[in-house]
């Protein structure tokens, strides 16, 4: 079975801790680990197309789509910044 490995990253940095989860194209849920201090990942999928779905709470999200094939993979995403909360006049 092909391994399907990754670097997930921040800012320009290794994201530590990061979820990565694998979807099918549907968007059923069938996998989920979390990255090392690297910001690395290891998946074990069957052939065939995949939604990554990397998210790192409070810095970024992703979505990455992939296709398995017989040799291993490796990818790497880059989270996006996470959107800015609209700051609210004070009232004064």
Do not use: K
């Not at 979807?23 to 065939?48: C, K, S």
């Not at 998210?55 to 910044?81: I, Q």
């Amino acid at each position: 079975m092909p391994r399907l490995t990754g670097t997930i990253v921040a800012g320009g940095a290794p994201a530590e801790g990061a979820y990565v989860q694998i979807q099918n194209l549907a968007g059923d849920f069938q996998a989920e680990v979390r990255t090392d201090a690297a910001g690395r990942f290891v998946l074990h999928p069957i052939r065939g197309r995949w939604r990554l779905v990397c998210w790192l709470p409070g810095d970024g999200r992703a979505e990455h789509e992939v296709e398995v094939v017989a040799e291993d993979l490796d990818v790497e995403v880059a989270l996006a910044d996470p959107p800015s909360l609209p700051v609210q006049p004070s009232g004064r």
